[in-house]
């Protein structure tokens, strides 16, 4: 902690000998970079998710108990107290260890989801699963591993599931991120065979995966192919939150990928239209996670009622953790359950079933979207 009670350089301190080889290597120093870009810097959307153009119906005589609204919500099999998760951030960077560890103990000790960053570092350095293998922490909850799906074409089913196993996670998140990709240095250009792989996976860990985007958001054509292969678990992770190009461009020293990182920094689809979308098109055949810019718990009742069963945060709960540790971040997930309870009685709903169906009225360039 610094002399302001701050934690922000906890989490670049000196490192560790046996940590060492592993953070001299690209991948981890990729992940250290973007922690420190993301805390450091402006790195949002221009665009804004659109949420905002969602209008939730005042009732002012609601007949609901404030003290009995239940957010209870089944996810993977298990049961948080609130619609909420903390989506994939880290692992195999400076401290990565203690800030999942840390997000996992807040995730159980309020009853949400909690899915550690990507783990394609232990295919190559099988010893980072320390980084990752925080199921003691979350005994209870809903823990879910992360690789990439550029990953499925590189490594067999088997290999990656071993990841979730190692991991005692409940599920796998597969992420798509071509935009990052193509304005980083060394990121991946070839994008072909992704879908098979997925469907590869899927058979192999019985639909235990969720697929998610990174902050650009989900198009209609994709989510008909995520559902055409059986996709049962997405997160739209739209834009209007993190924007990976900007992150990315941050990061470049090459002056191509700085300028394409800025040029494309407001690419994307906006979190609110990604998830109408979605809604659309699996009704209620998949769980649907609305991420993507979502920093309150006004955010998350208006992503509920077009269509979100859970709302996942990063980039808002990393920089409560940085600016306070573990306090911070709990403080802020006790906050946006405090909202969105406060918009569920709003509008005369005792728990998550009815507020589904709570009247809104939808203005601006939402509607132009959908
Ligand atoms: C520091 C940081 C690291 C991230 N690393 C990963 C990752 O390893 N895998 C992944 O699927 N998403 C990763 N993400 C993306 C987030 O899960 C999320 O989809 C995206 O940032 C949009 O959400 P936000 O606007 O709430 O930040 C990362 C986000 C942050 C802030």
Excluded at 218 to 240: N, T
Aim: hydrophobic share 40%; charged share 25%; glycine share 10%.
């Amino acid at each position: 902690m610094n002399r302001s009670g701050h934690f922000i350089n906890q989490m670049f301190l000196p490192l560790t000998a046996d940590r060492l080889r592993l953070a001299t290597s690209l991948i981890s120093r990729r992940k250290s970079d973007h922690l420190r870009i993301v805390n450091e810097n402006d790195v949002s959307h221009g665009g804004g998710t659109l949420l905002d153009s969602v209008h939730l119906i005042h009732n002012a005589l609601p007949e609901v108990d404030f003290g009995n609204i239940n957010l209870g919500t089944p996810f993977f099999g298990k049961r948080l107290s609130a619609p909420l998760m903390i989506t994939s951030m880290t692992g195999g960077a400076e401290r990565a260890e203690s800030l999942n560890r840390d997000l996992a103990s807040v995730a159980q000790d309020k009853g949400i989801a909690f899915a550690v960053g990507s783990q394609r570092v232990m295919f190559r350095y099988p010893e980072t699963v320390s980084d990752f293998a925080v199921r003691e922490y979350i005994p209870d909850g809903v823990l879910l591993g992360n690789v990439g799906a550029v990953q499925l074409i590189e490594y067999s089913s088997d290999e990656v599931a071993e990841l979730a196993k190692r991991i005692e996670a409940d599920a796998l998140c597969v992420h798509l991120n071509p935009a990052q990709e193509l304005v980083q240095k060394e990121g991946n250009r070839i994008f072909t065979g992704l879908l098979d792989g997925i469907a590869r996976l899927m058979d192999k860990m019985d639909g235990r995966i969720l697929v998610k985007e990174t902050g650009a958001g989900l198009s209609k054509d994709v989510l008909k192919r995520l559902r055409f292969i059986g996709v049962e678990y997405i997160d739209v992770a739209g834009a209007g939150g993190t924007s990976w190009t900007k992150v990315e461009s941050y990061r470049s020293s090459n002056e191509e990928l700085i300028q394409s990182g800025k040029t494309f920094s407001d690419w994307g689809i906006p979190t609110a239209a990604s998830l109408a979308w979605a809604k659309k098109e699996f009704s209620d055949s998949a769980t649907i996670v609305a991420s993507g810019g979502i920093e309150n718990g006004l955010d998350v009742a208006r992503a509920i009622v077009l269509g979100a069963d859970i709302a996942g945060f990063a980039r808002s709960v990393l920089k409560s953790y940085m600016d306070s540790g573990i306090d911070g971040a709990a403080n802020y997930i006790d906050i946006v359950v405090h909202e969105l309870k406060v918009a569920l009685n709003l509008t005369g709903s005792k728990d998550l079933a009815s507020f589904k169906n709570a009247e809104f009225k939808i203005s601006g360039q939402l509607r132009d979207w959908m």
